[in-house]
């Protein structure tokens, strides 16, 4: 795979560290996220929190939060966006997975299997953790370029 030919994707090399996210990104490939449970995700949060964007990345949507990375949708699983505290109890639920995107596990960010988030009451629970820690939370750092 030639780096050079992707452009801004040199520099996120190092933060993704996992060459496959880079290749999929540098070829353009894009799975499809579970669009149901995007619209559930999208009607809960928007009836108290104003979602100020929702981006496409890593395969699946986004949705921001106050102009911070709130929960993603993807095609099987929900990204949640949680207090570090509370990282070891939620792992004790059912369908609650470790985030290892980058083959390193990163707490105060956790995968739940859809099948887990079935119900609306399920599916709020993990919603108001992402909520409530969002309101704390930092925000990256903008980038912007010079022209």
Wanted: with cysteine; charged share 25%.
């Amino acid at each position: 795979m030639n780096i050079k030919n992707c452009g801004n994707l040199k520099s996120l090399f190092f933060f993704f560290r996992a060459s496959v996210a880079i290749n999929s990104l540098c070829q353009k490939k894009s799975m499809a996220y579970n669009e149901k449970l995007a619209k559930r995700v999208r009607e809960i949060i928007a009836a108290t929190h104003n979602i100020t964007a929702e981006k496409k990345m890593f395969g699946g949507l986004c949705f921001m939060v106050n102009d911070k990375m709130c929960v993603g949708v993807e095609s099987e699983r929900l990204m949640v966006r949680l207090d570090p505290g509370v990282y070891e109890e939620v792992m004790e639920k059912d369908g609650c997975q470790p985030m290892d995107f980058t083959g390193k596990i990163m707490k105060g960010y956790v995968f739940v299997d859809a099948v887990a988030v079935n119900t609306k009451k399920h599916l709020d629970y993990w919603l108001q953790l992402a909520l409530a820690f969002n309101a704390k939370a930092r925000s990256s750092k903008k980038k912007y370029s010079s022209k």
